[in-house]
């Protein structure tokens, strides 16, 4: 079912293009929107408040009733998304309501609000232009802030022309025309519903903030005003109001601040001069559970700004309406999961690539790809896993069997195999070479290179710990980092016991599996002494450092395991971050050459989950290369470990991307400092026939090494 | 702290104007609706009143400009072109200003038409959200909106069009002697 949805947004290029271009512009419009201001300092305060709320929210709400009551509110509070539409509803009937003119509301979406007033005979009106679109054109919102982003002027004028009027495909008129239909709207409508962006507990004021004035006259004109308010919106002061505002315009539109910021504390006034009506529906739906989970919680930090959707390698290509339902993106996957069950997320969240860019741009420092993570275990735990999947891990898992496998596959690769690469694989499996190229399994595997190599004997030593990549595809690598090691005088150490770090089944969600690798490597790595646990792949860098403790805790496994994986933990080290300490200490140099020029690809867990980004360019650089940075060096590849063999048609486009980007630099030469990159990129640019070199950077530094005889 | 509301306001696509005092706003805002709309029959410019008009001959200013109705009310204020009042303070850091709405009228005005002409006393004038707050008890107004520039989509295509439900030009007069 997801791959067809994907199929189709893949091929309506005007939404992937409009998307793209969008997330293209957004990431640099955001910086410059956010220069002077300390972002860290806002998110840490909305981090604050917000779970605050999370952690008083029966108080906060019973405090919000209060104060809006006071104030001459009618203040309904409710679990079920049935007593918000009865209630709606029964209100609209008691007032004879025959129209109602509706500002965007996200809470409204989700207990799908329209379909019943309109079933019940009421005539639904939404305002916001974006909205009214949809509504026109029977579809679902493709984004949380811009809702038609997906269609075309053309398509627009479209819509417009078969049901209302007929109006040409230009901007600036369609726009005319909205303010001239909808007003008519806006001046007879007997109720108007909106949402509301922040709910102000101790004074009981709700906070809309909107840009095209239609929330303002559908709280203003009609007789009775309802406002339909998620629990999460809750602050407890005014005060914590000042880093939402700051940041929620600056991240959702690129702006400073919304046109129109609306405090509501009480309608007295209406038009005719009677008395006005406000009510306000405080609506918990599953809200108040997930305020309880000590992981999720964090989710109430959520400003609804729809950031982490802007800056999604994925969301650019398929869009909201394959990733996602009501709410969608990265938060939304979490939101569907707790408000309409983890069955109804099942598919989307296996569309997260776990790249961590939204991570950093959140302003509710909201970890989403951990808590999608999660979901995934959850579902892996309650579905069980099918026999095929069951089989593939327990190879995995039996380290001996799955290098036995390993090495067998390079003999029966050969017919497939030329010039290091495997470019079409028949039958099934064929979709996987079809975007690009897989690397050759290596005749001979690094664990059994090792034997051979002679190294110059120290008391310093290192642990390589290799990586299935690195260990069975791409040899060359650890060899080169063994030299530049000696060099610096380290010898290293290669424990044979070691196996797979089990990120495929981690980031499946797959935990006992996982946990397994967890331990076989942990006494594999202790097994010999040295003062450093290195490792070349970023991947396995962050298992080493964060995933394997977390695995052997989460299952349960004794104190004296989880010791070791702490002691693995902190001799841990990426060769990146190693090599470069080297270099600084004067241990390692490289002999002059020609200046090459070079671009540098940061890989998604070496920049985001241990922030190493400057060693890698600075060691290049050292080494006497130009480097020429690329646009979006940080955004992933596409390769995603597994996702690109669940996702092919998404992990390629990503990768189109990326070689695009990397074309407009003009270099012949990327580096980059993980295996799994190294792969996907160079399979592209095989495929493609680029005459581009891809190149782990120990590659290129090993090569670029001053020979002993020039010391 | 006037200057740097003006330049905030104007990156809003406000339009902002300083004046001596009352007088000179009041001559401006007459020329500005003799030169926007030459149409002396309908009823054109709602005006809400305010402390800026006490000690104004109103009736002598209506014969002048039979298009300026006082009579505020949704209708009126749907018919007209330009809705004229006076905000209560102005917001340096984002070059807004803020409207306290104690009658449904002054809302009217600054919602419904194209032009949106906001008198506000320079002295009125604070550098930020947090300044705002300290200066009014929120729990006694029943409502109010920070106005920054006239309104605005993106919706379609993300093309920003200025000018959607809201006004489409924001003209603000700061008073200095007010």
């Known amino acids: 079912m997801i791959k067809e949805e994907i199929q189709k947004a893949l091929t309506n290029a005007n939404l992937s293009g409009a998307l793209t271009r969008f997330s293209e512009a957004y990431v640099i419009s955001r910086k410059k929107i956010y220069e002077g201001l300390d972002f860290e300092a806002l998110r840490e305060q909305i981090v604050s408040s917000k779970s605050y709320t999370a952690d008083h929210l029966d108080e906060l709400v019973n405090q919000f009733i209060k104060s809006a009551t006071d104030n001459g509110a009618k203040v309904f509070f409710t679990q ?319 380290r001996k069997l799955f290098h036995t496998i390993l090495r067998t596959a390079s003999k029966l690769q050969k017919p497939f195999e030329k010039q290091g690469f495997i470019r079409h694989l028949p039958f099934f499996l064929s979709e996987l070479t079809e975007q690009r190229s897989l690397p050759a399994i290596a005749d001979v ?82 097994s010999l002494n040295a003062e450093y646990i290195v490792s070349a792949c970023p991947t396995c860098t962050v298992a080493l450092k964060k995933q394997f403790i977390k695995d052997l805790i989460d299952q349960d496994y004794k104190e004296d395991v989880i010791k070791k994986a702490q002691e693995v933990s902190t001799k841990a080290i990426d060769a990146s971050a190693l090599i470069n300490k080297l270099i600084k200490e004067g241990k390692i140099n490289f002999k002059k050459s020609n200046e090459q020029t070079f671009t540098y690809h940061d890989p998604c867990h070496l920049i985001r989950s241990l922030n190493i980004y400057m060693e890698p360019r600075e060691s290049l650089q050292s080494s006497g290369l130009k480097l020429i940075e690329m646009f979006e060096s940080d955004t992933c590849c596409g390769m995603g470990g597994s996702y690109s063999l669940k996702f092919p048609e998404i992990s390629g486009i990503i990768l189109k ?18 295996p799994g990159c190294v792969m996907q990129i160079r399979g592209g640019v095989d495929k493609e026939g680029l005459d581009i070199q891809v190149k782990h950077s120990l590659d290129i530094l090993v090569e670029r090494l001053q020979s002993n005889n020039e010391k | 702290m006037f200057e740097l509301f003006k330049q905030k306001a104007e990156v809003v696509n406000a339009e902002v104007y300083s004046f001596n005092n009352k007088t000179d706003v009041l001559n401006f805002i007459k020329d500005f609706i003799k030169q926007n709309i030459s149409d002396e029959v309908s009823k054109s410019v709602v005006w809400c009143y305010s402390e800026f008009l006490e000690g104004i001959d109103l009736d002598s200013l209506k014969k002048e400009l039979p298009q300026i109705e006082f009579d505020i009310s949704a209708n009126s204020a749907n018919s007209a072109k330009i809705g004229i009042n006076q905000v209560n303070f102005g917001i340096a850091e984002t070059g807004s200003i803020v409207e306290i709405s104690d009658t449904l009228a002054k809302r009217l005005c600054s919602s419904l038409t194209e032009i949106h002409i906001a008198i506000l006393p320079c002295n009125n004038i604070l550098p930020d959200m947090e300044s705002l707050m300290k200066k009014i008890d929120i729990n006694a107004i029943p409502y109010m909106t920070v106005i920054s520039g006239p309104s605005r989509t993106a919706d379609i295509e993300r093309v920003l069009t200025i000018g959607v439900h809201g006004p489409e030009r924001v003209i603000i007069l700061c008073v200095e002697n007010f």
């Open chain 1, 657 to 674: 991307r990326k070689l695009e980007n990397i074309k407009k630099t003009g270099v012949k030469l990327v580096c980059t400092d993980c």
């Open chain 1, 445 to 526: 595997a690094f664990r059994d290179r090792f034997k051979n190599i002679k190294q110059p004997k120290s008391d310093r030593k290192a642990l390589f710990y290799a990586g299935c990549l690195i260990d069975f595809a791409y040899p060359e690598i650890g060899e080169a980092l063994v030299k530049l090691l000696n060099t610096a005088g380290i010898e290293v150490l290669f424990p044979e016991e070691q196996t797979c770090c089990g990120a495929p089944a981690r980031y499946s969600g797959v935990m006992d599996v996982a946990a397994n690798n967890s331990k076989q490597n942990v006494e594999a790595l202790l």
């Open chain 1, 80 to 398: 079920n998304p049935d007593e918000v539409r009865n209630y709606i509803i029964e209100l609209a009937k008691k007032n004879n309501v025959k129209s109602v003119v509706k500002s965007k509301s996200m809470a409204t979406e989700e207990i799908h609000l329209n379909k019943y007033l309109q079933e019940a005979g009421i005539e639904v009106n939404e305002t916001d232009l974006g909205e009214w679109i949809i509504q026109l054109a029977g579809q679902r919102p493709s984004h949380m802030v811009l809702p038609a982003i997906h269609l075309t002027r053309h398509d627009v004028s479209d819509i417009f022309t078969k049901k209302v009027e007929p109006i040409e495909p230009d901007i600036s008129r369609m726009v005319k025309f909205a303010r001239k239909h909808l007003r008519r709207k806006f001046m007879t409508a007997d109720m108007g519903i909106t949402g509301a962006n922040i709910a102000i507990a101790e004074t009981g004021t709700l906070v809309v903030c909107t840009n095209e004035g239609n929330a303002r006259l559908t709280m203003a004109l009609p007789k009775i005003h309802v406002a339909v308010v998620g629990v999460e919106k809750l602050v407890a002061k005014i005060e914590d109001t000042f880093p939402i505002l700051r940041t929620l315009a600056r991240s959702a539109t690129v702006q400073i601040i919304t046109s129109y910021v609306s405090f509501v504390n009480a309608q007295t006034e209406h038009t005719d001069g009677s008395k006005k009506e406000l009510h306000i529906i405080l609506f918990d739906n599953n809200r108040s559970k997930l305020a309880k989970d000590p992981l999720f919680k964090q989710t109430f930090q959520c400003i609804r700004c729809a950031s982490c959707l802007n800056v999604c390698p994925v969301f650019r290509i398929i869009g909201g309406h394959v990733f996602g339902r009501v709410y969608t993106g990265g938060i939304g996957t979490i939101l569907t999961a707790w408000t309409e069950g983890l069955k109804a997320s099942k598919d989307i969240q296996g569309l997260c690539i776990q790249c961590g860019n939204c991570v950093k741009v959140c302003p509710g420092k909201i970890n989403i790809p951990d808590l999608i993570l999660e979901l995934r275990k959850k579902l892996a735990k309650e579905e069980g896993l099918n026999f095929k999947t069951k089989a593939i891990y327990s190879v995995v898992n039996n």
